[in-house]
């Protein structure tokens, strides 16, 4: 079985330009979480969805992300205009409903901002 | 609101030396506790979970102990190897059904093991 898988690697752009990061969750698993990792800093939620639908985006920073998950399938996370402060790696996971509290993550996209 | 401690690292051990990694942790209610090991140039892997207190998780010779009277989940290993070598995260999933399960992270711990 494929396990998350996310892309790119690695994102090297321009302060002012736009990114969109991808994530492919397990196959079947209706719970997709984003996460980011800033300057070696501690792990931070960003968002989870159910299926298409948004459960929680009460981490998401400001309106310069937008996350979608079209037909609850995979998911991409779009920043528009990059800014300095959001580079980091950022961590797509997955799970299924009913067994929500064992999430499985992907490798993640390290993004600078240069 | 939620939040994971843990200890700061780099922590630089011998081979077959003894790892202890501590975390503690505040939460409403009653979290499940876990563990993660990122491996160098790899993602996240869950090492181990506890769901409730006094829960033991083990995976791979690691153990941790899910203590609800000092609020803690430290990490241990009796015998490392160079292969443990890797950046290590306590995470706690608050149980409230609004919170969806999502994760709060400790700020990771390194590990290197040298032969």
């Known amino acids: 079985e494929a396990g998350v898988t996310q892309f790119p690697s690695h994102s090297v752009i321009e302060k002012g330009q736009t990114v969109t990061l991808r994530c492919d969750p397990i196959?079947?698993?209706?719970?997709l979480y984003w996460y980011r990792r800033v300057m070696g800093k501690e792990i931070k939620f960003l968002l989870h969805f159910v299926k298409e639908s948004k459960q929680d985006e009460s981490g998401m920073p400001n309106n310069r992300f937008l996350a979608e998950r079209t037909g609850g399938t995979y998911s991409t996370l779009k920043v528009q205009p990059a800014e300095l402060e959001d580079s980091g790696v950022y961590f797509c996971?997955?799970?299924?409903?009913?067994?929500?509290?064992?999430?499985?993550f992907g490798p993640g996209t390290r993004l600078t901002v240069l | 609101g939620d939040s994971v401690t843990q200890m700061e690292g780099p922590v630089t051990l011998s081979e077959e030396a003894f790892l202890t990694i501590n975390c503690t942790y505040t939460?409403?209610?009653?979290?499940?506790l876990f563990w993660y090991v990122q491996y160098p140039g790899e993602g996240l892997q869950l090492l181990l979970k506890?769901?409730?207190?006094?829960d033991k998780g083990s995976n791979k010779g690691f153990e941790a102990t899910y203590r609800k009277e000092t609020t803690s989940f430290h990490l241990e290993k009796g015998s490392v190897q160079v292969s443990d070598s890797a950046v290590y995260f306590c995470?706690?999933?608050?149980?409230?059904?609004?919170?969806?399960?999502?994760?709060?992270f400790g700020g990771g711990t390194r590990v290197l093991v040298k032969p």
């Open positions: 196959s079947g698993h209706d719970n």
């Open positions: 996971a997955s799970s299924q409903v009913g067994r929500a509290d064992t999430q499985y």
């Open positions: 506890a769901t409730k207190a006094d």
């Open positions: 995470a706690l999933s608050s149980m409230i059904k609004a919170a969806g399960n999502k994760l709060t």
């Open positions: 939460a409403t209610g009653y979290p499940s």
